[in-house]
């Protein structure tokens, strides 16, 4: 065979091999977009596989206590506790420890990973949005920090350490994080989900 038709051969295949392959996080550059807001609709009475390993993850990288993940399908309101999708990491607002755990975990969830994409480890874990210390951090606005007052408050100074998420750190993550389907949980979240 003539090197003329070697040639196109050759190109032919290194052209079909760098291809894309379909999968939203195939290559080591692509990543999950910014979640959307996916309230609870449906209620479980265990925690999605996500949320456990994302829980048991920050309290052993990070200390701090774990908390309520799941909530009783009777208590009112809306709350992503109610499908498993969401963990209250107990940290204290008040001790300066507490609140240098907090922001690390903040700095590194927000970070710009190596391809320059923000905010790559809230998206991968697909967080969808935090809450601490009278602050949320919604995926929807690209974690751009807002104030924040619960719904059952009047005012922050008649608001408890609680509703204003003064004592624990709320991380709430969408269906497929909760169900550890992004790309963060790949290894991690066995078994059928």
């Not at 379909?22 to 449906?42: H, N, V």
């Not at 799941?70 to 992503?80: L, V």
């Amino acid at each position: 065979m003539s090197r003329l038709r070697i040639l196109p051969a050759l190109l032919l295949l290194a052209v079909t091999l760098a291809l894309p392959t379909g999968s939203s996080a195939s290559t080591a550059d692509s990543i999950e977009d910014y979640a959307r807001y996916q309230p609870q609709t449906k209620c479980r009475h265990h925690v999605r596989p996500g949320m456990e390993v994302l829980a048991h993850w920050l309290v052993r990288r990070y200390g701090g206590g774990y908390g309520p993940t799941t909530r009783p399908c009777r208590s009112g309101g809306t709350s992503e506790h109610k499908d498993g999708r969401a963990f209250d990491w107990t940290l204290d607002a008040a001790k300066k420890q507490d609140r240098k755990r907090a922001r690390a975990f903040l700095d590194f969830a927000f970070a710009e990973d190596a391809h320059g994409n923000a905010d790559a480890k809230a998206r991968r874990m697909g967080i969808m949005y935090v809450i601490w210390n009278d602050t949320m951090y919604p995926a929807w606005h690209e974690f751009e920090p807002e104030p924040y007052l619960s719904s059952g408050c009047e005012s922050r100074r008649k608001c408890s350490k609680t509703l204003r998420h003064r004592d624990h750190l709320h991380v709430s993550l969408s269906r497929p994080g909760g169900r550890g389907d992004t790309s963060w949980y790949d290894g991690r979240v066995g078994g059928d989900s």
